[in-house]
Nanobody, 121 residues
Framework: QVQLVESGGGLVQSGGSLRLSCAAS????????MAWYRQAPGKQRELVAS???????NYADSVKGRFTISRDNAKNTVYLQMNSLKPEDTSVYYC???????????????WGQGTQVTVSS
């Protein structure tokens, strides 16, 4: 079994910064694509940023230039540095990872439990 554990959420003022972390644990052979999604009340879950194992990145237009996704393959951990935060960034942020376990022939999607980010105006 693979578990994703997120940390780093909280309350911050508009213009502030937060750094989210997500560590994958368990019987992991390799973590492939990793990503951050977010979901605000009454809205669909949306992709914020993704990163491949080779560190190719992709960002939602709404966060380009403000958020940076990175990863540490040795630690099976993905990070999201969020700068210049806006009230509209307020959401529950979910970590996603495509993880191949030992004994498996391919990766499987895994999700974290979510961490609340609240940006006050």
């Amino acid at each position: 079994q693979v578990q994703l554990v997120e940390s780093g959420g909280g309350l911050v003022q508009s213009g502030g910064s937060l750094r989210l972390s997500c560590a994958a644990s368990g019987s992991i052979f390799s973590a492939y694509d990793m990503a951050w999604y977010r979901q605000a009340p009454g809205k669909q879950r949306e992709l914020v940023a993704s990163i491949t194992r080779d560190r190719n990145t992709n960002y939602a237009d709404s966060v380009k230039g403000r958020f940076t996704i990175s990863r540490d393959n040795a630690k099976n951990t993905v990070y999201l540095q969020m700068n210049s935060l806006k009230p509209e960034d307020t959401s529950v942020y979910y970590c996603y990872a495509d993880v191949q376990s030992w004994g498996s022939i391919s990766g499987r999607p895994s999700w974290g439990q979510g961490t609340q980010v609240t940006v006050s105006s």
